[in-house]
């Protein structure tokens, strides 16, 4: 074996020992290889696109510069490598600058091996020596293209400055062995991106962490990292915490355990641990509460239909996309114009209360939910039916309101009562004195005013003089009466 065939054997020895298999491959039909070349970057590296809005990103590691080499039979006595360099970042005349400056070393260095040099240089002085520097400009596609007119700053970067800088083109010759690898009318912000991601997540995986919760210490590969705040657990930690909170419904609380922190799972992370009938009520769930948010949107009162209607404003009409069933989007039943809604009074009231204690945000939510009138007409008549049912009784018979006593009797109007009490008090009647043995007007039954019994026509005072009665000897209870004045069961 020759003193080159030899010194070409150590040398791939030794890169293969140095390096691991996905940085460099050698060649198995020639003594070559490839060497994958990550750049090291300064801390708090970011990306910038300039356009109508200019957008900045943090990275952390860039796709490599790839070394693709052959060695000659007289290397390193005589002849260089045959070697190309590629990228998908830096542009031909940022590689054939680094092209030529790897030509140099060789010249300082002939007659050694040159390759680990080369790797050095590439790896730790690329970016001083290109003027690399924070934030690094990403140009779309849809801008001027990348070799059409060379960017005066790659001339900068190759110290070649011919002329006025702002009027002649840079006459540097592109290197045939520095090559492009994307296509200039792709745009390579995505694949920078998701390359930084990828490799974020190969070292995350090769370090070691305490769970927090188990107090167990695990690899990265075993672990979860919240996105904003960068706290980590172990998979199997956060497993039975996801799935607890999403049986238990509170798909918006899967949050850094760490307290005070309010870091959410994203949905890639929660599919990850979770199994897939738990993955799609999470997904279900958080879709509902997304809509539940829209003041536009509600739903099917049908149980076996359920589905999202958009409402438009001040209606209260909603139509089914799926069934077609029409109904109100206050009570939930089926649409009735412009009647008033048949509901109970702990619903209106419900409704009620959920409007009065809410924030000036939440009302206005409401507002546009189901109309600013629907919620007035609604408080209105809630507090109407209260009224109603703190002063007035009804006739056991017929259900006519009737007020205790006319003094008793407020100031009515449309502001203070609203139009349901106003139509309730068209037929109240007002009980103004006189013995608890009553008559309604409207029906003529008589009935007793303290237990609301309905009296016989026969004898109606009966019911006062029985003793087994509970209203026993009360036909005058709780009204105030001159004696003068009082009348006899006979009189009356």
Not at 10 to 20: F, W
Not at 134 to 140: D, F, G, I, N, R
Not at 253 to 276: F, H
Request: hydrophobic share 35%; net charge negative; charged share 25%.
């Amino acid at each position: 074996m020759s003193e080159d065939q030899a010194a070409q054997k150590d040398e791939l020895l030794a890169l293969g020992s140095i390096y691991d298999e996905e940085e460099f491959h050698g060649a198995e039909s020639a003594q070559g290889g490839e060497i994958q070349l990550c750049l090291e970057l300064p801390p708090n590296f970011k990306l910038i696109v300039k356009g109508d809005k200019q957008t900045e990103y943090d990275v952390s590691f860039l796709p490599p510069l790839v070394l693709n080499f052959e060695l000659p039979a007289d290397y390193p006595s005589s002849s260089s490598p045959v070697y190309t360099l590629s990228s998908k970042w830096l542009s031909r005349d940022q590689m054939t600058s680094l092209c030529k400056r790897l030509d140099e070393l060789w010249g300082e260095n002939q007659g050694c091996v040159v390759l680990y040099k080369w790797i050095q240089f590439l790896k730790e002085e690329a970016f001083a020596f290109l003027d690399v520097k924070s934030p690094l400009e990403v140009v779309k596609a849809d801008m001027a293209p990348v070799d059409a007119k060379r960017s005066k700053a790659g001339v900068k970067r190759a110290g070649t400055i011919i002329g006025e800088e702002d009027k002649l083109e840079s006459l540097l010759e592109l290197d045939p062995r520095a090559v492009l690898v994307v296509d200039p009318r792709t745009d390579i912000l995505p694949q920078l991106l998701d390359f930084d991601e990828a490799h974020r997540q190969k070292v995350f995986d090769a370090k070691a962490f305490c769970c927090s919760i188990c107090f167990m210490e695990k690899l990265g590969s075993s672990c979860l990292c919240f996105k904003g705040c960068q706290h980590v657990y172990c998979k199997a930690c956060m497993t039975e915490y996801f799935g607890i909170q999403i049986r238990d419904g509170n798909v918006q609380c899967l949050n850094c355990p760490e307290p005070k922190c309010t870091s959410l799972a994203i949905p890639s992370q929660v599919k990850l641990l979770v199994g897939e009938e738990l993955f799609t009520r999470y997904d279900r769930l958080l879709l509902q509460s997304s809509l539940d948010l829209m003041a536009d949107v509600v739903y099917c009162p049908r149980q076996s239909c359920c589905q999202a209607v958009m409402v438009e404003q001040d209606t209260t009409m909603g139509i089914c996309p799926s069934c077609q069933y029409a109904f109100c989007t206050l009570c939930k039943r089926g649409y009735h114009g412009l009647s008033h809604c048949k509901v109970t009074a702990d619903e209106l009231r419900g409704l009620r209360d959920e409007y009065i204690s809410a924030s000036a945000e939440g009302k206005k939510f409401m507002e546009q939910r189901f109309g600013k009138r629907v919620i007035q007409r609604a408080v209105e008549e809630s507090f109407s039916r209260d009224w109603l049912y703190e002063n007035c009784k009804g006739c056991p018979r017929c259900g006519t309101n009737i007020q205790v006593a006319f003094h008793k009797l407020p100031t009515i109007s449309w502001v203070n009562y609203g139009p349901f009490l106003l139509t309730e008090l068209v037929e109240l009647i007002q009980k103004v004195d006189g013995c608890n043995k009553l008559t309604c007007t409207s029906c003529k039954q008589y009935f007793c005013w303290l237990c609301l019994g309905q009296l016989t026509r026969v004898n109606p005072y009966s019911h006062f003089n029985n003793p087994s009665s509970p209203c026993y000897n009360q036909l005058f209870q709780g009204v105030d009466i001159d004696e003068d004045d009082a009348l006899s069961d006979e009189e009356d």
